[in-house]
């Protein structure tokens, strides 16, 4: 999908989808031993006595294979996906084995008044499991150009 949208064409309501990509429990291990070194994210046997009670994902892991799957493919702007801030949630764990899609919709869309070549686009984007539950809730405001004030400036 191209990277071909800009401000004037979204909407609220307006959604994508992405593809799926299946998380194992090497990966789960091997992001925990270099960013999130904690033992429900470690070790199967150590994760059973956890607030978990398994082996789980970290939500910094879940959080860049979302990232990941939006910038192959999700979300087409002009300028990629240029963040400007947001709030993100895991409302349950991933565990090895989840295939995990991501569903975007524009919540809103605000062009800038100091700056009239972009706006901020509010997506929420549900990070969801093969059973369609909710393991990751992002709500993240993204800077996009605008076509018109873009072409008068190319």
């Not at 398994?54 to 996906?81: C, E, I, K, N, Y």
């Amino acid at each position: 999908m191209p990277n071909d949208h800009f401000l004037e064409d979204l909407a609220p309501g307006r959604r994508w989808t992405t593809r799926s990509i299946e998380i194992a429990a090497e990966d789960i291990k091997a992001f925990a031993a270099l960013y999130d070194r904690q033992p429900f994210h470690l070790d199967e046997e150590a994760a059973k006595s956890t607030f978990f009670r398994g082996l789980a994902a970290s939500g910094w892991h879940v959080a860049s294979l979302t990232m990941r799957l939006l910038t192959q493919d999700g979300v087409p702007f002009a300028w990629g996906l240029v963040g400007a801030g947001g709030e993100i949630s895991w409302p349950q764990p991933t565990r090895a084995g989840d295939v995990l899609t991501v569903f975007s919709e524009v919540v809103e869309v605000t062009p800038s008044r100091s700056r009239p070549d972009r706006g901020i686009v509010t997506l929420r984007n549900e990070t969801r499991n093969q059973r369609g539950e909710v393991v990751q809730i992002l709500v993240a405001k993204a800077v996009v150009p605008s076509r018109a004030a873009t072409a008068v400036a190319g």
